[in-house]
């Protein structure tokens, strides 16, 4: 089945800028969603298609895809960015058609 | 902006079967092309995709859990509903509903809280 690859943690300081990678096979041949997810709290759509930015996420995020690795970057990051952030793909023709990443937990020193 | 709340028992024993509801309010479950889905996180760990229901009664499960799950719709509640069988310890997690935003690869826009269901002896 396809695997999306997270490392479990970064950690930035207030007002630089995080990346949060998801590596896949040709992951940029698909359409990644990232979704964060803080303590106790229902995760929560930031990006969609790969670079899509829902209403009410703030323009410090976005997103790109290409080749294996799709990146989630998130500028002038503030104490409030601290959570779990997930990338997630459809594979079409498999029995798993929904993957999710493993997860990345992003600290603010 | 569609809403999503669960139910369920949240104390379970092993070997039991585990029914959970995701009542849908702003929204309806007749509605064509979202996936009615399922996704729980077991303690300290991530997101994992149990299964969903398409309209016109498609379904599809995760494969580590297919012989043991179920999703179904009732729309005369506007409800949706996970059955898992012959729960274990492993099964301990928080489940969530969830909605997609339509469309061809869609993200999963609207969450419920998620409720957590505990098994043990």
């Known amino acids: 089945s396809y695997v999306l690859t997270q490392s479990p943690s970064v950690s930035v300081a207030p007002g630089k800028t995080a990346k949060i990678t998801c590596g896949g096979n040709n992951i940029g041949g698909k359409t990644v969603h990232w979704y964060q997810q803080k303590p106790g709290q229902a995760p929560v759509l930031v990006i969609s298609y790969d670079r899509v930015r829902p209403s009410g996420i703030p323009e410090r995020f976005s997103g790109s895809s290409s080749g294996n690795t799709a990146t989630l970057a998130i500028s002038r990051v503030e104490a409030g960015d601290e959570a779990d952030y997930y990338c997630q793909v459809w594979v079409s023709g498999t029995d798993h058609p929904v993957v999710f990443g493993g997860g990345t937990k992003l600290t603010v020193l | 902006q569609v809403q999503l709340q669960e139910s369920g028992p949240g104390l379970m024993k092993p070997s039991e079967t585990l029914s959970l509801t995701c009542t849908v309010s702003a929204g309806s479950v007749s509605s064509p092309n979202y996936y009615w889905t399922w996704i729980r996180q077991r303690p300290g760990k991530g997101l994992e995709w149990i299964g969903y229901?398409?309209?016109?009664?498609?379904?599809d499960y995760n494969p580590s859990l297919k012989s043991r799950v179920t999703i179904s719709v009732d729309t005369s509640k506007n409800q949706f509903s996970l059955t898992l069988s012959s729960v274990t310890a492993a099964d301990t997690a928080i489940y969530y509903c969830?909605?997609?935003?339509?469309?061809?690869?869609?993200?999963?826009?609207?969450w419920g809280q998620g409720t957590l269901v505990t098994v043990s002896s």
């Open positions: 229901f398409y309209h016109s009664g498609y379904t």
């Open positions: 969830a909605r997609d935003s339509g469309g061809s690869y869609p993200s999963f826009d609207y």
